[in-house]
């Protein structure tokens, strides 16, 4: 089992910065994929960017060049730096993580970006 809780969200302007965390526990050695997802409303969950414990990651063509994901795991946490935030960023984001074959997911944290 894995527990995965995230922080950070909250109300920025356009053009602004958040930076999201999520901390891992419980058998989260065994985490191979982490990332975040988000979803707006009335759309489907979408994919925000991945890391693999070798370091590789994988993002959305909307985010690329304005997020970073990263993770430590010593901590057991991931964060996601958000700059350059843009309305169409507003969404709920939620942690996710895969460990040996089953998904995991967080309570999701509110980003709202103002115009």
């Known amino acids: 089992q894995v527990q995965l809780v995230e922080s950070g969200g909250g109300v920025v302007q356009a053009g602004g910065s958040l930076r999201l965390s999520c901390a891992a526990s419980g058998s989260s050695f065994s985490i191979n994929t982490i990332g975040w997802y988000r979803q707006a409303p009335g759309k489907q969950r979408e994919l925000v960017a991945t890391i693999i414990s070798g370091g590789t990651t994988k993002y959305a063509d909307s985010v690329k060049g304005r997020f970073t994901i990263s993770r430590d795991d010593t901590k057991n946490t991931v964060s996601l730096q958000m700059n350059s935030l843009k309305p169409e960023d507003t969404a709920v984001y939620y942690c996710?993580?895969?460990?040996?074959?089953?998904?995991?997911w967080g309570q999701g944290t509110q980003v709202t970006v103002s115009s």
């Open positions: 996710a993580a895969n460990s040996l074959g089953r998904p995991y």
